[in-house]
């Protein structure tokens, strides 16, 4: 049925155009002088035929096969009727055979059947109008001489020739028709197929994005697992060395080398102000080198850097200005600043340093963690200091104590001689002591003892030695390092120290006197073992020729002396 269609559209284009050419002959032969030659009843009868063909498109007629064959025998037997009745008339005569033609055209191809029945059918349905449209004009003419029989049969073999070639055309046709819906639907298929393709080429471009974006999801959690395992690590072993060790120093060593390696940052500093000395404590690793190390650690120690932490605030800066901060010397794109606190008062702070933008986004948390566990450890490490300052500390004087003393020198005496360096030591008490407590009372002589053992303290360690109280006015200077020679000047600046120090007992102004002994390995005291009881006896010496006074061992002296 939609071949049917297809081609009767075709048709009544060509109808429509036949038409209107007959309309604008007779108006030609009307307007043109001869209106006797414009017959009505030739383009009437066809009108009427193209007009009842409308109406049945209208209607949707070609839907049956019947009505379609039916309609059109009709419209041949109407054309054939003109065609001879318009024999003599070339041009009228030429325009009806058109039609006829056309009509029979359609007819074959828009028929299906190629069977040798099916074209005898055929065959009579284009004839079978021509023999129709002659009894009519045998019963409608006025004579019947005008009734031609070569002219019937002349007419009737053009339609068959015509209808012969029409076949012919027809058979190609409808051959070039099925290659070229083979053809089509070749083409549709393959464009089908290569739709398909491209769906598929597209689901599998959506599968490699999503399996790109899954591989990065993986990537980026296994950086996230690798850098967790690394924080749990560093925590791990900051748990593990604040249970066994007590010392700050090493506590900052841990910190700093920890991150560095297992974080990778580029810059790690852990600063601390020992609460215990005042003293600013540093320990600054960074990849870039001593310089920016030196650099920081300057910087820390002029105090500079107590703003950062006393506002016990977290600093995170991602994306780093170079000219922001002026303590960082080299290059960075991240800084974390992490103040460490102790009941809200901040004494330290934790620097991290990289290169690259955008380090410190989720691990803030974790610096956050160490910084407690620093804060663990520095007051286990202060608790201890104290504890350890309480056991080898004198409780009047707060100088080392005798036990202690005598520990630290035999580990400096084994240095000394390893090393073969000097150490000096110098022994000395205070003059006429008995007759100062009962004098002043003992009140005012523990005042004496705290006085001298404090100006000794600060001569000591201004040179690097260590004092202790030896007895209960006795006191012990250690001075490493030290040949007899410094060690003379040392000792006597700090004995002018003492003489010059005024103590008041009341109104009154009393200077404290002492006598010294001193010797050096191996400068007077060849066997190390001898230092001690070599500075006993100098001090001895000073005392029996008439106190105040500084000597120098040798080996007359105690022969000299009375013991």
């Known amino acids: 049925m939609d071949k ?49 063909n409308l109406l049945l498109n209208a209607i949707k007629y070609s839907n049956s096969i019947f009505l379609f064959y039916v309609s059109r025998s009709i419209y041949l037997v109407i054309i054939a009727f003109i065609t001879l009745l318009n024999i003599a008339n070339p041009f009228k005569c030429m325009i009806a055979i058109s039609c006829y033609f056309f009509i029979i055209l359609e007819m074959q191809i828009t028929s299906k ?22 009894i009519f004009v045998l019963l409608f003419t006025d004579t019947l001489e005008k009734f031609n029989i070569d002219v019937m049969i002349f007419f009737a073999f053009v339609v068959c020739m015509f209808y012969f070639i029409i076949h012919v055309v027809s058979t190609h046709v409808v051959d070039l028709e099925d290659k070229i819906l083979v053809q089509s639907k070749l083409y549709n298929d393959a464009k089908q197929a290569n739709e398909t393709l491209l769906v598929t080429q597209q689901k599998f471009k959506q599968a490699n994005e999503l399996l790109g974006r899954q591989k990065l999801d993986l990537e980026q959690a296994y950086a996230k697992i690798n850098r967790a395992n690394s924080e749990i690590y560093i925590q791990n072993e900051l748990l593990s060395y604040i249970s066994s060790a007590l010392e700050i120093y090493e506590l900052m060593e841990v910190v700093t080398d920890s991150i560095i390696g297992a974080i990778g940052v580029d810059t790690c500093a852990l600063i601390i102000t020992d609460p215990v000395t005042g003293k600013t404590l540093t320990n600054i690793k960074s990849t870039s080198g001593k310089v920016v190390e030196q ?118 005496v084994s240095n000394a001689v390893q090393s073969n360096v000097p150490i000096s030591l110098a022994l000395f008490d205070i003059d006429k002591f008995k007759k100062v407590n009962d004098t002043y009372g003992h ?121």
């Not at 048709?11 to 002088?33: K, P, Q, R």
């Not at 069977?115 to 284009?126: E, F, H, K, L």
């Not at 955008?358 to 490490?381: E, G, K, L, P």
């Not at 001075?479 to 010059?500: D, S």
């Open 4 to 52: 049917i269609l297809k081609y009767d559209k075709i048709f009544t284009v060509v109808h429509t155009n036949i038409i209107l050419i007959l309309l604008i002959y007779y108006m030609a032969l009307f307007f043109g002088g001869r209106p006797q030659e414009v017959k009505l009843e030739t383009i009437i009868p066809i009108a009427i035929a193209y007009i009842i």
């Open 113 to 134: 059947q190629n069977s040798m029945g099916s074209q005898v059918i055929n065959t009579v349905t284009a004839t079978l109008p021509i023999l129709v449209a002659n």
């Open 295 to 412: 650099a920081l650690k300057n910087y820390a120690l002029e105090g500079k850097l107590t703003e950062y932490y006393e506002k016990g605030q977290v600093l995170v800066d991602n994306n780093v200005d170079s000219n922001k901060y002026p303590f960082m010397t080299q290059q960075i794109g991240s800084l974390l600043l992490m103040p460490l606190m102790k009941n809200n008062i901040g004494y330290g702070i934790l620097i991290a340093g990289q290169k690259q933008k955008d380090m410190f986004t989720d691990n803030v948390s974790f610096f956050n963690s160490i910084a407690n566990q620093i804060n663990i450890a520095v007051s286990n490490a202060n608790l201890y200091s104290k504890m350890e300052n309480m056991a080898s500390r004198d409780g009047l004087t707060q100088v080392y104590n005798r036990a202690y003393l005598t520990k630290k020198f035999n580990e400096l």
């Open 443 to 563: 009140m005012f002589g523990d005042e004496a003892i705290k006085v001298v053992a404090h100006i000794a303290e600060e001569f000591a360690e201004h040179n690097n030695g260590m004092v202790g109280r030896f007895g209960g006015e006795e006191f012990v200077v250690i001075l490493p390092g030290t040949g007899v020679q410094k060690a003379y000047e040392i000792v006597q600046e700090m004995h002018e120290g003492i003489k010059k120090k005024a103590l008041y007992f009341g109104e009154e102004e009393v200077h404290i006197n002492v006598s010294i002994g001193l010797t050096c390995y191996p400068d007077t005291c060849k066997n190390p073992s001898d230092l001690l009881n070599r500075a006993d006896w100098s001090c001895y010496y000073s005392k029996q020729n008439g106190r105040g006074k500084i000597t120098i061992d040798n080996d007359s002296i105690r022969k000299e002396i009375n013991m």
